[in-house]
């Protein structure tokens, strides 16, 4: 069964502390790795996509990247408004569904 | 910037009642989903559609569940008779290209008594 699974569950930063979130994947087939942000009550917002290994993307605070096994999420220098639960998922050849993980709930305190 | 909608926010309803959720998905977009969320757990496939019809399910997507396009801009999901376990966060997305990314709307928070 393919799987997606992230850690860890929760976490809490010091402003400007600096951590990675880490999602490894047992899927058959990848087709691309996507992460998300959700706040409280909202919709998960689209943040990136990766598609192969190596493969890097950034923006602000956050870079993503990609291995054959894991995907991992850095949030540096973060801000108190960085604090969301960090969803990562994946999508296989042969069908459009989007196989979510848990979750990273991070909390930046000031 | 284009966004999907949801309507509305939030629904309660009765065991064994009808309820229908609506979306309106970004206007370029072809590919359209349907999820949910339990609290917390994980977000849930439901049905993705395509072309006028269901290109994918789950199993959570029994003969309870039913999805329609009724016109050039809504997409709709439809639970037939409502069970206490289907109160959930129904979250609508779309995207342009099979592949590409799924953008969410907000969310209709469904409870069910």
């Known amino acids: 069964e393919d799987q997606v699974t992230q850690s860890p569950e929760a976490l809490r930063l010091q402003e400007g502390e600096s951590s990675s979130l880490n999602c490894s994947y047992t899927v058959s087939g990848l087709r691309g790795l996507f992460w998300y942000r959700q706040d409280p009550g909202k919709g998960p917002e689209f943040l990136f996509t990766?598609?192969?290994a190596g493969e890097e993307k950034e923006k602000e605070r956050l870079k993503a990247t990609l291995t054959k096994k894991e995907s991992f999420l850095h949030i540096t220098a973060p801000k108190p408004e960085d604090s969301a639960t960090y969803l990562c998922?994946?999508?296989?050849?042969?069908?459009?569904?989007?196989?979510f993980g848990k979750g990273n709930q991070v909390v930046v305190i000031p | 910037e284009p966004e999907v909608t949801q309507t509305p926010s939030h629904q309660v309803t009765q065991m064994g009642q009808e309820v229908i959720l609506r979306c309106v998905p970004i206007?370029?977009?072809?590919?359209f989903y349907w999820y949910r969320q339990i609290l917390g757990q994980k977000v849930e496939f439901l049905v993705s559609?395509?072309?006028?019809?269901?290109?994918?399910k789950s199993e959570i997507f029994d003969d309870q569940f039913s999805v329609e396009r009724p016109d050039g801009s809504n997409f709709t999901l439809k639970i037939r008779s409502t069970k206490l376990e289907d109160s959930a966060m129904y979250f609508c997305?779309?995207?342009?290209?099979?592949?590409?990314?799924?953008?969410f709307g907000p969310g209709t928070r469904l409870t069910v008594l």
């Open positions: 998922a994946a999508t296989v050849y042969g069908n459009n569904r989007l196989a």
């Open positions: 997305a779309s995207s342009d290209e099979a592949s590409n990314e799924q953008f």
């Open positions: 206007s370029n977009h072809l590919y």
């Open positions: 990766l598609y192969s």
């Open positions: 559609f395509y072309n006028n019809e269901i290109s994918e």
